[in-house]
């Protein structure tokens, strides 16, 4: 139950992100799919948080809902002309970041 919860979050999340990135680029895109990662955590906080403790990471429908998010942070990132390993590790530190701002603010630790 929890892996499947896991799965469609993820998929929940793309979705968010993708139509947020329609019509925009460059800066404008980065923060829309940014903002529309921050709407999901908000609107499904609980969903959110089980579905990123401890899901089965070699669950292939986990990992390609996976991909598909980290596919189109990189095609947001494509505006920028980066080289593939930098933009990889600018996917990651944006995820990094969203994902402990959502963290800390779930807890109410914001001030």
Do not use: C, W
Not at 5 to 24: C, D, F, H, S, T
Not at 58 to 64: R, S, T, V, Y
Not at 84 to 91: K, N, S, T
Request: hydrophobic letters at 40%.
């Amino acid at each position: 139950m929890k892996q499947k919860l896991a799965i469609q979050e993820v998929k929940k999340l793309n979705e968010y992100m993708l139509q947020a990135a329609v019509g925009r680029s460059g800066d404008d895109a980065v923060r829309a799919i940014s903002k529309a990662y921050l709407q999901l955590v908000r609107e499904h906080p609980g969903v959110y948080d089980a579905s990123t403790r401890f899901p089965d990471a070699n669950d292939q429908e986990l990992q390609q809902a996976q991909e598909s998010v980290v596919q189109l942070v990189l095609q947001v990132l494509d505006a920028y002309h980066l080289q593939e390993e930098i933009a990889i590790h600018l996917v990651r530190g944006l995820r990094s970041i969203l994902h402990g701002f959502s963290s800390i603010e779930q807890m109410g630790d914001f001030y």
